[in-house]
Protein backbone atom coordinates (compact mmCIF):
# COMPACT_ATOMS: atom_id res chain seq x y z
CA UNK A 1 0.00 0.00 0.00
CA UNK A 2 1.19 3.37 -0.75
CA UNK A 3 1.75 6.36 1.46
CA UNK A 4 -1.45 7.90 0.01
CA UNK A 5 -3.25 5.29 0.51
CA UNK A 6 -2.74 4.96 4.44
CA UNK A 7 -3.28 8.06 4.76
CA UNK A 8 -6.60 8.51 3.19
CA UNK A 9 -7.80 5.11 5.68
CA UNK A 10 -6.03 7.05 8.71
CA UNK A 11 -8.44 10.00 7.88
CA UNK A 12 -11.39 8.11 7.92
CA UNK A 13 -10.95 6.48 11.07
CA UNK A 14 -10.17 9.44 12.87
CA UNK A 15 -13.67 10.56 11.44
CA UNK A 16 -15.43 7.77 12.74
CA UNK A 17 -13.93 8.18 15.89
CA UNK A 18 -14.42 11.85 16.66
CA UNK A 19 -18.13 11.48 15.04
CA UNK A 20 -19.94 10.01 18.53
CA UNK A 21 -18.04 12.73 20.10
CA UNK A 22 -19.01 15.52 18.41
CA UNK A 23 -22.98 14.61 18.12
CA UNK A 24 -23.02 14.16 21.91
CA UNK A 25 -21.07 17.62 21.93
CA UNK A 26 -23.95 19.08 20.07
CA UNK A 27 -26.90 17.67 21.75
CA UNK A 28 -25.05 18.61 25.12
CA UNK A 29 -25.05 22.23 23.67
CA UNK A 30 -28.86 22.03 22.51
CA UNK A 31 -29.97 21.15 25.75
CA UNK A 32 -28.35 23.81 27.62
CA UNK A 33 -29.76 26.42 24.81
CA UNK A 34 -33.16 25.19 25.30
CA UNK A 35 -33.45 25.46 29.10
CA UNK A 36 -31.23 28.90 29.02
CA UNK A 37 -33.88 30.25 26.14
CA UNK A 38 -36.96 28.85 28.71
CA UNK A 39 -35.40 29.75 32.01
CA UNK A 40 -38.36 32.99 32.37
CA UNK A 41 -40.08 32.61 29.00
CA UNK A 42 -44.19 32.82 28.55
CA UNK A 43 -46.04 31.37 25.58
CA UNK A 44 -48.51 33.58 27.12
CA UNK A 45 -47.54 36.90 26.12
CA UNK A 46 -47.05 38.61 22.31
CA UNK A 47 -42.88 38.07 22.45
CA UNK A 48 -41.74 41.85 21.76
CA UNK A 49 -39.63 44.26 23.52
CA UNK A 50 -42.13 47.22 23.63
CA UNK A 51 -45.96 46.46 23.91
CA UNK A 52 -46.89 49.15 21.44
CA UNK A 53 -44.39 47.66 18.51
CA UNK A 54 -45.87 45.97 15.73
CA UNK A 55 -45.43 42.14 15.41
CA UNK A 56 -44.93 41.10 11.85
CA UNK A 57 -46.23 37.58 10.22
CA UNK A 58 -45.28 36.62 6.85
CA UNK A 59 -48.16 33.91 5.69
CA UNK A 60 -47.42 31.57 2.95
CA UNK A 61 -49.89 28.90 1.77
CA UNK A 62 -48.94 25.94 -0.78
CA UNK A 63 -51.63 24.32 -2.30
CA UNK A 64 -51.56 20.28 -2.31
CA UNK A 65 -54.82 18.97 -3.42
CA UNK A 66 -58.14 20.04 -4.06
CA UNK A 67 -60.35 16.90 -2.11
CA UNK A 68 -64.12 17.87 -2.78
CA UNK A 69 -66.40 20.72 -4.11
CA UNK A 70 -69.86 20.87 -2.87
CA UNK A 71 -71.88 22.67 -5.27
CA UNK A 72 -75.20 22.49 -3.68
CA UNK A 73 -73.79 23.35 0.20
CA UNK A 74 -71.13 25.35 -1.71
CA UNK A 75 -68.40 23.95 0.16
CA UNK A 76 -64.42 23.36 -1.11
CA UNK A 77 -62.43 21.20 0.95
CA UNK A 78 -58.84 21.56 0.01
CA UNK A 79 -55.08 20.53 1.12
CA UNK A 80 -52.71 23.23 2.28
CA UNK A 81 -49.26 23.42 3.47
CA UNK A 82 -49.28 26.83 5.63
CA UNK A 83 -46.35 28.65 6.69
CA UNK A 84 -46.39 31.29 9.37
CA UNK A 85 -43.07 33.57 9.86
CA UNK A 86 -42.47 35.84 12.28
CA UNK A 87 -39.51 37.30 14.94
CA UNK A 88 -39.49 36.06 18.63
CA UNK A 89 -37.52 38.85 20.69
CA UNK A 90 -37.43 36.28 23.42
CA UNK A 91 -35.45 33.26 21.99
CA UNK A 92 -32.50 34.67 20.64
CA UNK A 93 -28.77 34.06 21.31
CA UNK A 94 -25.27 34.01 19.87
CA UNK A 95 -24.33 30.97 18.32
CA UNK A 96 -21.03 31.21 18.98
CA UNK A 97 -21.59 30.36 22.57
CA UNK A 98 -23.17 26.93 21.89
CA UNK A 99 -20.91 25.83 19.44
CA UNK A 100 -22.22 27.24 16.26
CA UNK A 101 -25.79 26.04 17.08
CA UNK A 102 -27.65 28.03 14.70
CA UNK A 103 -30.99 26.67 14.80
CA UNK A 104 -33.35 24.02 16.97
CA UNK A 105 -36.94 22.82 16.60
CA UNK A 106 -39.20 22.11 19.67
CA UNK A 107 -43.16 21.56 19.97
CA UNK A 108 -44.98 24.38 18.87
CA UNK A 109 -46.84 24.27 22.04
CA UNK A 110 -43.92 25.49 23.84
CA UNK A 111 -43.87 28.92 21.80
CA UNK A 112 -45.90 31.76 21.37
CA UNK A 113 -47.51 31.39 17.87
CA UNK A 114 -50.21 33.54 16.01
CA UNK A 115 -53.93 33.16 15.96
CA UNK A 116 -54.04 33.22 12.71
CA UNK A 117 -57.38 31.78 11.31
CA UNK A 118 -59.26 31.11 8.34
CA UNK A 119 -62.26 33.68 8.56
CA UNK A 120 -64.21 31.71 6.08
CA UNK A 121 -64.25 28.41 7.42
CA UNK A 122 -67.01 25.70 7.15
CA UNK A 123 -65.26 22.97 9.40
CA UNK A 124 -68.08 21.72 11.64
CA UNK A 125 -65.29 20.94 14.27
CA UNK A 126 -63.57 24.24 13.99
CA UNK A 127 -60.46 22.34 13.70
CA UNK A 128 -56.59 24.51 12.84
CA UNK A 129 -53.50 23.63 11.39
CA UNK A 130 -51.41 20.46 12.91
CA UNK A 131 -49.56 21.05 16.03
CA UNK A 132 -46.02 20.44 14.80
CA UNK A 133 -42.74 21.88 15.38
CA UNK A 134 -41.48 24.90 15.28
CA UNK A 135 -38.10 25.88 13.83
CA UNK A 136 -36.01 28.71 15.91
CA UNK A 137 -33.24 30.59 14.41
CA UNK A 138 -30.57 31.85 16.56
CA UNK A 139 -32.01 35.84 15.23
CA UNK A 140 -35.22 35.15 16.75
CA UNK A 141 -36.74 34.05 13.06
CA UNK A 142 -39.85 31.25 13.92
CA UNK A 143 -41.06 29.22 11.23
CA UNK A 144 -43.67 27.31 11.47
CA UNK A 145 -44.65 25.11 8.99
CA UNK A 146 -48.24 22.89 9.37
CA UNK A 147 -50.60 20.85 7.10
CA UNK A 148 -54.08 21.94 6.93
CA UNK A 149 -56.97 20.20 5.58
CA UNK A 150 -59.55 23.09 5.13
CA UNK A 151 -63.48 23.42 4.40
CA UNK A 152 -64.29 26.80 3.37
CA UNK A 153 -67.37 28.75 1.93
CA UNK A 154 -67.54 29.53 -1.95
CA UNK A 155 -70.15 31.46 -3.44
CA UNK A 156 -70.52 28.90 -6.60
CA UNK A 157 -72.16 30.27 -9.35
CA UNK A 158 -74.00 27.79 -11.78
CA UNK A 159 -74.87 29.66 -14.24
CA UNK A 160 -72.65 27.59 -17.17
CA UNK A 161 -72.50 24.57 -15.69
CA UNK A 162 -70.96 22.38 -17.10
CA UNK A 163 -68.65 24.93 -18.83
CA UNK A 164 -68.32 27.34 -15.44
CA UNK A 165 -65.59 28.81 -13.92
CA UNK A 166 -65.43 29.27 -9.92
CA UNK A 167 -63.40 31.76 -7.66
CA UNK A 168 -63.05 30.26 -4.00
CA UNK A 169 -61.38 32.30 -1.80
CA UNK A 170 -59.23 31.67 1.56
CA UNK A 171 -59.29 34.69 4.09
CA UNK A 172 -56.30 34.50 6.56
CA UNK A 173 -55.92 37.16 9.26
CA UNK A 174 -55.51 37.21 13.09
CA UNK A 175 -58.93 36.49 15.73
CA UNK A 176 -57.52 39.04 18.62
CA UNK A 177 -55.01 41.11 17.56
CA UNK A 178 -55.79 44.11 15.49
CA UNK A 179 -53.23 45.57 12.97
CA UNK A 180 -51.69 47.89 15.64
CA UNK A 181 -50.83 44.66 17.13
CA UNK A 182 -50.40 42.07 14.63
CA UNK A 183 -49.91 43.01 10.81
CA UNK A 184 -49.80 40.07 8.25
CA UNK A 185 -48.10 40.20 5.13
CA UNK A 186 -48.29 37.68 2.34
CA UNK A 187 -45.11 36.01 1.47
CA UNK A 188 -45.39 35.86 -2.26
CA UNK A 189 -47.90 37.12 -5.04
CA UNK A 190 -49.63 33.90 -5.02
CA UNK A 191 -49.84 30.97 -3.29
CA UNK A 192 -47.26 27.99 -4.61
CA UNK A 193 -48.87 25.34 -6.72
CA UNK A 194 -45.88 23.29 -7.36
CA UNK A 195 -46.59 20.40 -5.60
CA UNK A 196 -50.75 20.70 -6.68
CA UNK A 197 -52.20 17.24 -7.24
CA UNK A 198 -54.33 17.03 -10.47
CA UNK A 199 -58.21 16.94 -9.39
CA UNK A 200 -59.99 14.88 -12.02
CA UNK A 201 -62.89 17.57 -12.27
CA UNK A 202 -61.51 21.11 -11.83
CA UNK A 203 -58.57 22.41 -13.38
CA UNK A 204 -56.42 25.28 -11.13
CA UNK A 205 -55.31 28.63 -13.42
CA UNK A 206 -54.39 29.80 -10.47
CA UNK A 207 -54.26 31.17 -6.50
CA UNK A 208 -53.30 35.02 -6.60
CA UNK A 209 -52.67 37.00 -3.07
CA UNK A 210 -54.27 40.41 -1.95
CA UNK A 211 -53.37 41.61 1.23
CA UNK A 212 -56.65 43.88 2.81
CA UNK A 213 -57.44 46.09 5.59
CA UNK A 214 -60.91 45.79 7.30
CA UNK A 215 -62.51 48.36 9.50
CA UNK A 216 -65.46 46.51 11.33
CA UNK A 217 -68.35 48.33 12.99
CA UNK A 218 -67.35 47.05 16.13
CA UNK A 219 -64.11 48.05 16.20
CA UNK A 220 -61.82 51.48 15.74
CA UNK A 221 -58.56 49.57 15.31
CA UNK A 222 -57.90 47.95 11.50
CA UNK A 223 -57.74 44.36 11.21
CA UNK A 224 -55.60 43.15 8.15
CA UNK A 225 -55.77 39.91 6.16
CA UNK A 226 -54.72 37.94 3.80
CA UNK A 227 -56.63 36.90 0.43
CA UNK A 228 -56.41 34.27 -1.49
CA UNK A 229 -58.54 33.18 -4.49
CA UNK A 230 -58.30 30.07 -6.00
CA UNK A 231 -59.78 30.62 -9.50
CA UNK A 232 -61.15 26.98 -10.93
CA UNK A 233 -62.17 25.79 -14.19
CA UNK A 234 -64.23 22.90 -14.81
CA UNK A 235 -63.32 20.26 -16.79
CA UNK A 236 -66.38 19.53 -18.86
CA UNK A 237 -65.68 15.67 -20.56
CA UNK A 238 -67.80 14.24 -17.67
CA UNK A 239 -70.77 16.24 -18.01
CA UNK A 240 -70.73 16.51 -21.68
CA UNK A 241 -70.51 12.69 -22.40
CA UNK A 242 -73.09 11.64 -19.68
CA UNK A 243 -75.34 14.58 -19.93
CA UNK A 244 -75.16 16.91 -22.76
CA UNK A 245 -74.51 14.76 -25.82
CA UNK A 246 -77.39 12.13 -24.85
CA UNK A 247 -79.52 15.10 -24.39
CA UNK A 248 -78.64 16.63 -27.47
CA UNK A 249 -79.60 12.92 -28.93
CA UNK A 250 -82.71 12.86 -27.70
CA UNK A 251 -83.52 16.32 -28.75
CA UNK A 252 -83.10 14.81 -32.04
CA UNK A 253 -85.68 12.31 -31.87
CA UNK A 254 -88.61 15.20 -31.38
CA UNK A 255 -88.31 16.23 -34.93
CA UNK A 256 -88.70 13.09 -36.17
CA UNK A 257 -91.99 12.11 -34.56
CA UNK A 258 -93.10 14.14 -37.78
CA UNK A 259 -91.33 11.78 -40.02
CA UNK A 260 -93.37 9.12 -38.36
CA UNK A 261 -96.30 7.84 -40.42
CA UNK A 262 -99.57 9.14 -39.32
CA UNK A 263 -101.20 5.48 -39.76
CA UNK A 264 -98.95 4.24 -37.58
CA UNK A 265 -99.91 5.04 -34.15
CA UNK A 266 -97.18 5.84 -32.55
CA UNK A 267 -96.24 9.74 -33.33
CA UNK A 268 -97.49 10.94 -29.70
CA UNK A 269 -96.32 8.28 -28.12
CA UNK A 270 -92.68 9.26 -29.10
CA UNK A 271 -93.29 12.52 -28.00
CA UNK A 272 -94.26 11.54 -24.49
CA UNK A 273 -91.20 9.18 -24.03
CA UNK A 274 -88.78 11.78 -25.16
CA UNK A 275 -90.12 14.12 -22.91
CA UNK A 276 -89.62 11.80 -19.74
CA UNK A 277 -86.26 10.86 -21.32
CA UNK A 278 -85.76 14.07 -20.51
CA UNK A 279 -87.20 14.64 -17.24
CA UNK A 280 -84.39 11.81 -15.59
CA UNK A 281 -81.75 14.29 -17.26
CA UNK A 282 -82.80 17.50 -15.35
CA UNK A 283 -83.84 15.47 -12.39
CA UNK A 284 -80.03 14.67 -12.53
CA UNK A 285 -78.78 17.96 -12.75
CA UNK A 286 -80.82 19.14 -10.20
CA UNK A 287 -79.46 16.71 -7.52
CA UNK A 288 -76.18 18.29 -7.65
CA UNK A 289 -76.79 22.02 -8.64
CA UNK A 290 -77.50 24.03 -5.46
CA UNK A 291 -81.30 25.56 -5.05
CA UNK A 292 -80.31 29.33 -6.34
CA UNK A 293 -82.06 31.84 -8.88
CA UNK A 294 -79.74 31.12 -11.15
CA UNK A 295 -80.79 28.44 -13.81
CA UNK A 296 -77.49 25.99 -14.98
CA UNK A 297 -76.79 26.87 -18.35
CA UNK A 298 -77.48 22.75 -19.39
CA UNK A 299 -80.78 23.22 -16.96
CA UNK A 300 -82.01 25.95 -19.45
CA UNK A 301 -80.85 23.65 -22.27
CA UNK A 302 -82.91 21.20 -20.92
CA UNK A 303 -86.06 23.09 -20.62
CA UNK A 304 -86.04 24.62 -23.93
CA UNK A 305 -85.96 21.05 -25.61
CA UNK A 306 -88.89 20.12 -23.22
CA UNK A 307 -90.78 23.27 -24.65
CA UNK A 308 -90.03 22.26 -28.32
CA UNK A 309 -91.15 18.57 -27.32
CA UNK A 310 -94.47 19.52 -25.35
CA UNK A 311 -94.65 22.00 -28.76
CA UNK A 312 -94.19 19.11 -31.17
CA UNK A 313 -96.33 16.83 -29.47
CA UNK A 314 -99.56 19.35 -29.38
CA UNK A 315 -98.50 20.30 -33.58
CA UNK A 316 -98.77 16.15 -34.02
CA UNK A 317 -102.07 15.82 -32.60
CA UNK A 318 -103.33 19.10 -34.70
CA UNK A 319 -101.95 17.29 -37.48
CA UNK A 320 -103.25 13.67 -37.45
CA UNK A 321 -106.61 15.36 -37.00
CA UNK A 322 -106.14 16.76 -40.50
CA UNK A 323 -104.75 13.81 -41.82
CA UNK A 324 -107.94 11.90 -40.23
CA UNK A 325 -110.72 14.13 -42.12
CA UNK A 326 -113.41 11.96 -42.64
CA UNK A 327 -115.21 12.09 -45.86
CA UNK A 328 -117.85 14.30 -44.27
CA UNK A 329 -115.18 17.24 -44.25
CA UNK A 330 -115.23 20.24 -46.33
CA UNK A 331 -113.07 20.47 -49.11
CA UNK A 332 -109.78 21.93 -48.95
CA UNK A 333 -109.67 25.57 -48.89
CA UNK A 334 -108.31 27.17 -52.39
CA UNK A 335 -105.42 29.18 -49.77
CA UNK A 336 -104.29 25.84 -48.75
CA UNK A 337 -104.36 24.48 -51.90
CA UNK A 338 -102.12 27.41 -53.52
CA UNK A 339 -100.16 27.70 -50.22
CA UNK A 340 -99.65 24.26 -48.78
CA UNK A 341 -100.07 21.92 -51.19
CA UNK A 342 -98.05 23.82 -54.03
CA UNK A 343 -95.41 26.45 -52.39
CA UNK A 344 -94.77 24.47 -49.10
CA UNK A 345 -95.18 21.10 -50.68
CA UNK A 346 -92.09 21.67 -53.27
CA UNK A 347 -90.00 23.25 -50.31
CA UNK A 348 -90.35 20.60 -48.00
CA UNK A 349 -89.66 17.98 -51.16
CA UNK A 350 -93.59 16.75 -50.85
CA UNK A 351 -94.53 14.70 -54.42
CA UNK A 352 -96.96 12.24 -55.40
CA UNK A 353 -95.99 9.43 -57.22
CA UNK A 354 -94.68 10.47 -60.68
CA UNK A 355 -93.94 14.03 -59.41
CA UNK A 356 -90.83 15.50 -59.51
CA UNK A 357 -89.87 19.21 -58.03
CA UNK A 358 -89.53 20.47 -61.99
CA UNK A 359 -92.57 19.39 -63.46
CA UNK A 360 -95.93 19.14 -60.55
CA UNK A 361 -98.58 16.36 -60.91
CA UNK A 362 -101.31 18.13 -62.62
CA UNK A 363 -104.86 18.23 -61.22
CA UNK A 364 -107.47 15.97 -62.33
CA UNK A 365 -110.06 17.00 -63.78
CA UNK A 366 -113.03 14.75 -62.20
CA UNK A 367 -115.86 14.54 -64.72
CA UNK A 368 -119.46 17.03 -64.33
CA UNK A 369 -121.99 15.21 -61.92
CA UNK A 370 -125.66 15.05 -63.06
CA UNK A 371 -127.87 17.78 -61.94
CA UNK A 372 -129.05 17.32 -58.38
CA UNK A 373 -128.08 13.62 -58.45
CA UNK A 374 -127.74 12.71 -54.82
CA UNK A 375 -125.88 9.42 -54.25
CA UNK A 376 -125.13 8.36 -50.72
CA UNK A 377 -122.90 5.44 -49.15
CA UNK A 378 -125.96 3.06 -48.27
CA UNK A 379 -126.65 2.62 -52.42
CA UNK A 380 -130.04 4.70 -52.39
CA UNK A 381 -130.93 6.91 -54.37
CA UNK A 382 -132.06 10.62 -52.92
CA UNK A 383 -135.12 12.39 -53.33
CA UNK A 384 -135.35 15.07 -56.18
CA UNK A 385 -133.19 13.38 -59.01
CA UNK A 386 -134.25 13.97 -62.47
CA UNK A 387 -134.22 10.97 -65.20
CA UNK A 388 -134.02 11.31 -68.37
CA UNK A 389 -137.40 11.41 -70.19
CA UNK A 390 -137.58 8.56 -72.82
CA UNK A 391 -140.89 9.39 -75.23
CA UNK A 392 -141.67 6.19 -77.40
CA UNK A 393 -145.28 7.45 -78.99
CA UNK A 394 -146.48 6.98 -82.06
CA UNK A 395 -148.65 9.13 -83.99
CA UNK A 396 -149.30 12.85 -83.76
CA UNK A 397 -148.94 14.11 -80.17
CA UNK A 398 -150.30 16.95 -78.70
CA UNK A 399 -148.88 18.85 -75.22
CA UNK A 400 -151.36 20.37 -72.93
CA UNK A 401 -152.04 20.89 -69.08
CA UNK A 402 -154.61 18.61 -67.30
CA UNK A 403 -157.33 19.71 -65.41
CA UNK A 404 -156.77 19.12 -61.67
CA UNK A 405 -159.91 17.38 -61.20
CA UNK A 406 -158.44 14.67 -64.37
CA UNK A 407 -154.89 14.91 -62.77
CA UNK A 408 -156.10 13.16 -59.21
CA UNK A 409 -157.72 10.37 -61.28
CA UNK A 410 -154.37 9.62 -63.61
CA UNK A 411 -152.14 9.77 -60.47
CA UNK A 412 -153.95 6.95 -58.68
CA UNK A 413 -153.49 4.63 -61.99
CA UNK A 414 -150.06 5.22 -62.88
CA UNK A 415 -147.89 2.83 -61.91
CA UNK A 416 -143.63 3.51 -61.48
CA UNK A 417 -141.44 2.28 -64.06
CA UNK A 418 -138.65 1.38 -61.72
CA UNK A 419 -137.98 -1.21 -58.99
CA UNK A 420 -135.05 -0.49 -57.74
CA UNK A 421 -135.53 0.42 -53.93
CA UNK A 422 -136.70 3.57 -53.57
CA UNK A 423 -138.18 4.96 -57.49
CA UNK A 424 -135.23 7.12 -58.69
CA UNK A 425 -137.09 8.92 -61.31
CA UNK A 426 -140.88 10.31 -61.32
CA UNK A 427 -141.87 9.30 -64.77
CA UNK A 428 -145.29 7.40 -65.43
CA UNK A 429 -147.46 6.10 -68.36
CA UNK A 430 -150.35 4.16 -68.74
CA UNK A 431 -153.52 3.66 -71.12
CA UNK A 432 -156.82 4.84 -70.12
CA UNK A 433 -160.01 4.71 -72.68
CA UNK A 434 -157.80 4.00 -75.36
CA UNK A 435 -155.62 7.39 -74.91
CA UNK A 436 -151.84 6.85 -74.23
CA UNK A 437 -150.36 9.13 -71.29
CA UNK A 438 -147.27 9.65 -69.55
CA UNK A 439 -146.04 12.34 -67.41
CA UNK A 440 -142.57 13.91 -66.80
CA UNK A 441 -141.95 14.49 -63.30
CA UNK A 442 -139.80 17.80 -62.54
CA UNK A 443 -139.04 20.75 -59.71
CA UNK A 444 -141.28 22.93 -61.23
CA UNK A 445 -144.47 20.77 -62.00
CA UNK A 446 -145.79 17.76 -63.83
CA UNK A 447 -145.85 18.29 -68.04
CA UNK A 448 -148.59 15.81 -69.45
CA UNK A 449 -148.49 14.10 -72.71
CA UNK A 450 -151.45 12.29 -74.12
CA UNK A 451 -152.76 11.27 -77.35
CA UNK A 452 -156.36 10.67 -78.19
CA UNK A 453 -157.70 7.73 -80.79
CA UNK A 454 -158.88 4.70 -80.96
CA UNK A 455 -157.15 1.31 -81.52
CA UNK A 456 -157.31 -1.87 -81.94
CA UNK A 457 -156.43 -4.58 -79.68
CA UNK A 458 -153.89 -6.23 -81.99
CA UNK A 459 -152.25 -2.62 -82.10
CA UNK A 460 -153.14 -2.04 -78.10
CA UNK A 461 -151.07 -5.05 -77.10
CA UNK A 462 -147.96 -4.07 -79.47
CA UNK A 463 -147.78 -0.98 -77.92
CA UNK A 464 -148.51 -2.79 -74.71
CA UNK A 465 -145.06 -4.85 -75.35
CA UNK A 466 -143.21 -1.91 -76.41
CA UNK A 467 -143.74 0.26 -73.90
CA UNK A 468 -142.82 -2.91 -71.44
CA UNK A 469 -139.47 -3.60 -73.70
CA UNK A 470 -138.78 0.25 -73.32
CA UNK A 471 -139.53 0.46 -69.74
CA UNK A 472 -136.75 -2.17 -69.19
CA UNK A 473 -134.09 -0.55 -71.18
CA UNK A 474 -135.16 2.82 -69.36
CA UNK A 475 -134.55 0.49 -65.47
CA UNK A 476 -131.23 -0.46 -67.03
CA UNK A 477 -130.22 2.88 -68.07
CA UNK A 478 -131.16 4.57 -64.70
CA UNK A 479 -129.74 1.49 -63.03
CA UNK A 480 -126.06 2.18 -64.87
CA UNK A 481 -126.49 6.22 -64.50
CA UNK A 482 -127.26 5.71 -60.67
CA UNK A 483 -123.93 3.57 -60.38
CA UNK A 484 -122.08 6.31 -62.19
CA UNK A 485 -122.90 8.22 -60.27
CA UNK A 486 -122.19 6.70 -56.83
CA UNK A 487 -118.97 5.76 -57.91
CA UNK A 488 -118.17 9.57 -58.76
CA UNK A 489 -119.26 10.27 -55.06
CA UNK A 490 -117.11 8.04 -53.95
CA UNK A 491 -114.15 8.96 -55.99
CA UNK A 492 -115.10 13.09 -55.23
CA UNK A 493 -114.45 11.71 -51.42
CA UNK A 494 -111.77 9.62 -51.57
CA UNK A 495 -110.39 12.83 -53.62
CA UNK A 496 -111.13 15.15 -50.81
CA UNK A 497 -109.59 12.60 -48.20
CA UNK A 498 -106.26 12.68 -49.88
CA UNK A 499 -105.84 16.16 -50.15
CA UNK A 500 -106.60 16.43 -46.54
CA UNK A 501 -104.01 14.09 -46.08
CA UNK A 502 -101.38 15.41 -48.19
CA UNK A 503 -101.68 18.88 -46.31
CA UNK A 504 -100.84 16.64 -42.85
CA UNK A 505 -98.29 15.29 -44.75
CA UNK A 506 -97.02 18.48 -45.82
CA UNK A 507 -97.14 20.47 -42.55
CA UNK A 508 -95.94 17.30 -40.75
CA UNK A 509 -92.45 17.86 -43.31
CA UNK A 510 -92.56 22.01 -42.62
CA UNK A 511 -92.55 21.24 -39.00
CA UNK A 512 -89.89 18.66 -38.78
CA UNK A 513 -87.10 21.01 -40.76
CA UNK A 514 -88.30 23.78 -38.80
CA UNK A 515 -87.54 21.31 -35.39
CA UNK A 516 -84.59 20.03 -36.81
CA UNK A 517 -82.92 23.67 -37.04
CA UNK A 518 -84.16 24.58 -33.71
CA UNK A 519 -82.36 21.48 -32.00
CA UNK A 520 -79.35 22.12 -34.72
CA UNK A 521 -78.74 25.73 -33.63
CA UNK A 522 -79.53 25.21 -29.82
CA UNK A 523 -76.88 21.91 -29.71
CA UNK A 524 -74.65 24.47 -31.97
CA UNK A 525 -75.32 27.04 -29.14
CA UNK A 526 -74.63 25.08 -26.03
CA UNK A 527 -71.58 23.13 -27.60
CA UNK A 528 -70.18 27.02 -28.32
CA UNK A 529 -68.99 26.95 -25.09
CA UNK A 530 -66.86 24.53 -24.75
CA UNK A 531 -64.27 26.35 -27.31
Known sequence: MNKGGIQTLFGWLLCVSIWPICWCAHGKYAQKLL????????????????????????????????????????????????????????????????????????????????????????????????????????????MWDSPAITKSSCKVDVSFFPFDAQQCRFTYGSWTYNGNQLDIQNAMDSADLADLVDNVEWEVLGMPAKRNIILYGCCADPYPDVTYTLKLKRRASFYVFNLLIPCVMISFLAPLGFYL???????????????????????????????????????????????????????TIFVMNIHHCGPDAKPVPKWAKKVILQYMARMCFVYEVGENCMSPQPEKQEPQFVKNSNCTMNGQAGPGRKECVFRMERGQETVGAMKPEGREDIDQMMSPIDSLGKNPTSNYSAWQNGIFMSTEGGESGDVWRYREGGVSDTERKERETLCSTQSNERQLLHNIEYMANCYRDQRAMQRRTGEWKKVAKVLDRFFMWIFFIMVFFMSLLIMGKVV
Open 35 to 142: KDLFRNYTSALRPVDDTNNILNVTLQVTLSQIIDMDERNQILTAYLWIRQVWFDAHLKWNKEDYDGLDTIRIPGSNVWRPDIVLYNSADDHFTGPMDTNVVIRHDGQM
Open 261 to 315: PADSGEKVSLGVTVMLALTVFQLLVAEIMPPSESVPLIGKYYIATMTMITASTAL
